[in-house]
Each structure stands twice: as structure tokens, then as C-alpha cells.
T-cell receptor, first 116, second 109 residues
Framework: QKEVEQDPGPLSVPEGAIVSLNCTYSNSAFQYFMWYRQYSRKGPELLMYTYSSGNKEDGRFTAQVDKSSKYISLFIRDSQPSDSATYLCAMNMPGAGGTSYGKLTFGQGTILTVHP | EPEVTQTPSHQVTQMGQEVILRCVPISNHLYFYWYRQILGQKVEFLVSFYNNEISEKSEIFDDQFSVERPDGSNFTLKIRSTKLEDSAMYFC???????FGNGTRLTVT
């Protein structure tokens, strides 16, 4: 079983739609969960960062974590064509060292297209 | 907003040659990382670096790879003798949560 699984899509939605992106993971040691957006030929851009189970909202984006089910989601409300990108989930299991916070395990990425 | 910068954006090299990929992390960050993304595959952790030494490395980061912080601003990844399978995007990152650069596309021919 892969450590982090993410449906690669592609996902195509009309402008204004609510988008739901999901990842499942197998390792209960994962503690911090992130969503990154990656435009073509660019680096991953941090969108959301969360630790606890529950919801975290930032503008049109809501990150949801369910540690009991090992399942995380990103919701995008009122999606825009500029949201068209690959969305990556990432997570880590910090240990004793500070750099372990940055040792991320990524999902495959979901390709999202929002058409006008 | 401060950002991680990487140079060059694209590097083409012949198999067996040495390459050095360069990064300038965000200035007040203390933790530095290299990641790799082979076309169509996941972003993968290579190495973490703190206080002028490697903190952790993955199985990918073998003896052909090395990292260095030669001065107060630059952070480099060296591949000593490139192989075809080293062709990938290489991302530098700093901080925690991580901020990534736009990557160097390495093509080994």
C-alpha cells in the first residue's frame, strides 16, 4: 500500500464550481498536512498547512483533516480559471530533529482544470 | 514576498559529467532541502541540511550526490557523474512549512 494516495484526475469543472480534492494515507505517524499548488513548470506553492483534525479555512480554500480515517481534503469554492493547476497533498512526521518538519511525503498530484 | 530562487532554470549535460545546481533560500530560514520530481512522478525528498551538515537523506541520495552551503546565501546540489535517470526537476526548499523554488530542469543526454 502506498504511503500517500491521491487521485491524479484529471478533474475538469466549470467556473464557479466547488472542487473537492482528496488524499488518503496509511501511516498514522503523519502529523502535519499540507496542500500545495503547482503550475506548469513551476515549483510547488504552499496553500494550506494544518496539524489537527478538523477544518481550516483561508479565503476560498478549506482544508479538512480526519486523522481517524487517515483522509485529508481540500475544497475550493467559487473556482476560477486561475485555479487550474496540479494540487499536491503532502505530509510529514516530525521527529526529534527540526529538519524533519521539512521531510515531506507527497501524493501524486491531481490535475485540475477550471473552464470558463 | 521573499522567495527561494534557483539557477539555472534548465541544465543540459552529458552522461558522466558533473553538474551543480544552485539555490538561494529565503534569508532567515535555517533548514534547507532538495527534492526531485521525475516527469510524471511524485515529488521526492532527497536531503535535508541544517547547521552546515546533512540532517537526513533518502535512498536516492547516494555517493554521487553532495550538498554544500559555500557562503551565507547559497545552497548547492552537486551530482558528480550524471546518469540518464538523473533527468528530473530538482527543487530547492527552505523553512518549515516549506517554500519551494521554481526548480532546475536537468536533462542528461
Amino acid at each position: 500500500q502506498k504511503e500517500v494516495e491521491q487521485d491524479p484526475g484529471p478533474l475538469s469543472v466549470p467556473e464557479g464550481a466547488i472542487v473537492s480534492l482528496n488524499c488518503t494515507y496509511s501511516n498514522s505517524a503523519f502529523q502535519y498536512f499540507m496542500w500545495y499548488r503547482q503550475y506548469s513548470r513551476k515549483g510547488p506553492e504552499l496553500l494550506m498547512y494544518t496539524y489537527s483534525s478538523g477544518n481550516k479555512e483561508d479565503g476560498r480554500f478549506t482544508a479538512q483533516v480526519d486523522k481517524s480515517s487517515k483522509y485529508i481534503s481540500l475544497f475550493i469554492r467559487d473556482s476560477q480559471p486561475s485555479d487550474s493547476a496540479t494540487y499536491l497533498c503532502a505530509m510529514n512526521m516530525p521527529g526529534a530533529g527540526g529538519t524533519s518538519y521539512g521531510k515531506l511525503t507527497f501524493g501524486q498530484g491531481t490535475i485540475l482544470t477550471v473552464h470558463p | 514576498e521573499p522567495e527561494v530562487t534557483q539557477t539555472p532554470s534548465h541544465q543540459v549535460t552529458q552522461m558522466g559529467q558533473e553538474v551543480i545546481l544552485r539555490c538561494v533560500p529565503i534569508s532567515n530560514h535555517l533548514y534547507f532541502y532538495w527534492y526531485r520530481q521525475i516527469l510524471g512522478q511524485k515529488v521526492e525528498f532527497l536531503v535535508s541540511f541544517y547547521n552546515n551538515e546533512i540532517s537526513e537523506k533518502s535512498e536516492i541520495f547516494d555517493d554521487q550526490f553532495s550538498v554544500e552551503r559555500p557562503d551565507g546565501s547559497n545552497f548547492t546540489l552537486k551530482i558528480r557523474s550524471t546518469k540518464l535517470e538523473d533527468s528530473a526537476m530538482y527543487f530547492c526548499a527552505s523553512g518549515g512549512p516549506l517554500h519551494f523554488g521554481n526548480g532546475t530542469r536537468l536533462t542528461v543526454t
